[in-house]
C-alpha cells in the first residue's frame, strides 16, 4: 500500500504562528545587536554591559519552567503567552526610557531584568504551543518558526537603515512596542491551547518535574552539552558587534543579519534533515560547524580581515537552527504532552539560563584581559571561544545513544 498522505495543519492555524514567531523574533532583533553599541554609547563600561546580558540568563534560571508548568497544567497557553508579551514590552519601554534620560543605570538594569524575567518563557512556550496545534511537527514546525528568523532579520536591517538607531535606545523603543504588538496578536492568531497536564503538588506547581527527564541518558547528555554550547555562544551578540566597529563597519546590527540568512536556508531544509537523518548526526554537524565559526572569528582577529568575521556570522544561522530547533524536536518526540511546556522550559533554562549566565560572566573576564588588556587581542579571546565550542563534540560523540530517524522512542 502507498504511504498515507502527511497530516497537513490549516493554513489559517500556521499562519497565526508564524505571524507570532516573526513579531517575538523582531522585538529582541531591533535592540540585542544593537546594546553593546547603545551602551558604549551612554559611557557605560563593561560591567554595565556584562550586567545587561545576564539579565536574560538571571531570568532563565527560574521563569520558563515556572511559566511552562502554569501552561502545562493551569491557564490556556495563548493567554499566558498573551500577558507576558505585554507585562514586558511595557517594562523593556521603561527601561530604555530611563537610559535615554540619564537616569542612574541600575534603573535601566532593573527594569531591562524585570522585562527579561516576564519574557524569559516567550519563546519556548510558542514552540510547546506549536508543536500542540501543528499536524506533523518535524516537517512543519521549522517553517512556522522561521518567522522568528525573519522578523528578527527585518528588525536589524530596520535599526541600521531606517532608524539609524544602531547607538541609540530607539532600538529599544521599537524593541518594546513590537513585544506589546505580539502579545496582543497571541490573543486573536493562536487558537485555543488548553492546558493538559493535572499537577497538584508545590513540586509540579514550581516546574520541577521536568528534571525527572535527566534520568534518561540521552536526555541527560543533550541538556549537559546544550549547557556547555551555551557558554561560548553569550559571546556572540555580546562582542560581535564591537568587534565590527573596530572593523571599520558602521551597521553592525544589519551586518548581523547575516546569520539569519543562513538560519532561513537551513530552517526550509530542516524537514528534509529530521526525515533524513538521525538526530545524532544533526547535532554533530551543528557542533562542528559552531567551532568553524568562532575559528573563522580568531582568523579575522589576527589578520584585520572583516570578511573572516562575516563568514562566521554567515554561520551562526546554520548553527543556532541545527543544534536548537532540532532540539526543540527531540524533546518533542520524548516527552508526554503534559510535560511538553516543562521540558521546552529546562531547555531554555540549560541555554539561555546557566549556559549563557556562566558564559557572559566569562566573556566580559576575557575580553578585558584579551582584547581591552592588549593580552592577544581579538583573535586569542575568539580561539579560546572555539576551544570551549570543540569540548562538546567529543561529548556529544561518545556519551549520546539515540535512535535512528523515523524509529519511535519510548518515554
Not at 504588538?181 to 497571541?186: M, S
Not at 554537524?285 to 589576527?302: D, I, M, N, Q
Not at 563568514?311 to 518526540?333: E, N, P, S, V, W
Not at 566569562?362 to 570551549?388: M, N, T
Request: net charge positive; aromatic share 10%; hydrophobic share 50%.
Amino acid at each position: 500500500m502507498p504511504d498515507s498522505p502527511t497530516p497537513r495543519t490549516l493554513p489559517m492555524v500556521k499562519g497565526g504562528l508564524f505571524g507570532v514567531f516573526f513579531l517575538l523574533g523582531m522585538s529582541p532583533g531591533y535592540y540585542i545587536p544593537a546594546l553593546s553599541n547603545i551602551l558604549a554609547g551612554k559611557g557605560l563600561g563593561s560591567e554595565w554591559l556584562a550586567l545587561a546580558f545576564l539579565a536574560g540568563p538571571v531570568a532563565s534560571l527560574v521563569s520558563p519552567l515556572i511559566v511552562g508548568a502554569l501552561a502545562d497544567n493551569h491557564y490556556a497557553g495563548q493567554k499566558v503567552l498573551g500577558w507576558i508579551g505585554l507585562i514586558s514590552g511595557v517594562l523593556l519601554g521603561s527601561a530604555f526610557w530611563m537610559l535615554e534620560q540619564g537616569a542612574s543605570p541600575w534603573w535601566f538594569i532593573g527594569l531591562l531584568a524585570a522585562s527579561s524575567i516576564v519574557a524569559a518563557p516567550m519563546w519556548s512556550m510558542l514552540a510547546s504551543i506549536s508543536m500542540v496545534h501543528l499536524r506533523s511537527g518535524e516537517r512543519e514546525f521549522p517553517l512556522v518558526r522561521l518567522g522568528g528568523t525573519l522578523g528578527w532579520m527585518v528588525a536589524g536591517a530596520l535599526t541600521s537603515y531606517v532608524f539609524f538607531a544602531d547607538h541609540s535606545p530607539v532600538a529599544g523603543y521599537a524593541g518594546a512596542i513590537t513585544r506589546i504588538l505580539c502579545g496582543l496578536l497571541a490573543f486573536l492568531w493562536i487558537p485555543n491551547t488548553p492546558p493538559v497536564g493535572t499537577a497538584r503538588s508545590l513540586r509540579s506547581l514550581l516546574g520541577l518535574d521536568a528534571f525527572a527527564l535527566l534520568k534518561e541518558r540521552d536526555h541527560l547528555v543533550f541538556f549537559s552539552v546544550t549547557t556547555l554550547l551555551s557558554i561560548p555562544l553569550a559571546s556572540f551578540f555580546m562582542h560581535t558587534p564591537l568587534h565590527l566597529i573596530e572593523l571599520g563597519n558602521h551597521a553592525p546590527a544589519a551586518t548581523m543579519t547575516i546569520g539569519q540568512i543562513s538560519e532561513i536556508a537551513a530552517m526550509l531544509v530542516m524537514p528534509l534533515v529530521m526525515t533524513r537523518f538521525r538526530v545524532k548526526t544533526v547535532l554533530m554537524v551543528a557542533l562542528t560547524l559552531s567551532t568553524l565559526r568562532y575559528v573563522f572569528y580568531a582568523v579575522s582577529g589576527s589578520t584585520g580581515g572583516i570578511e573572516w568575521l562575516i563568514a562566521g556570522i554567515a554561520l551562526h544561522g546554520m548553527c543556532y537552527t541545527l543544534y536548537f530547533i532540532t532540539g526543540q524536536l527531540f524533546l518533542d518526540r520524548r516527552v508526554d504532552p503534559g510535560m511538553r511546556g516543562q521540558a521546552q522550559g529546562l531547555l531554555s533554562l540549560a541555554s539561555n539560563g546557566i549556559g549563557s549566565l556562566v558564559g557572559t560572566l566569562l566573556a566580559r573576564q576575557l575580553h578585558d584581559h584579551f582584547v581591552v588588556g592588549h593580552h592577544g587581542g581579538w583573535s586569542a579571546y575568539w580561539w579560546i571561544q572555539a576551544a570551549c565550542t570543540a569540548v562538546c563534540v567529543p561529548v556529544l560523540l561518545v556519551f549520546y545513544q539515540g535512535v535512528p530517524a523515523g524509529k519511535s522512542v519510548s518515554r
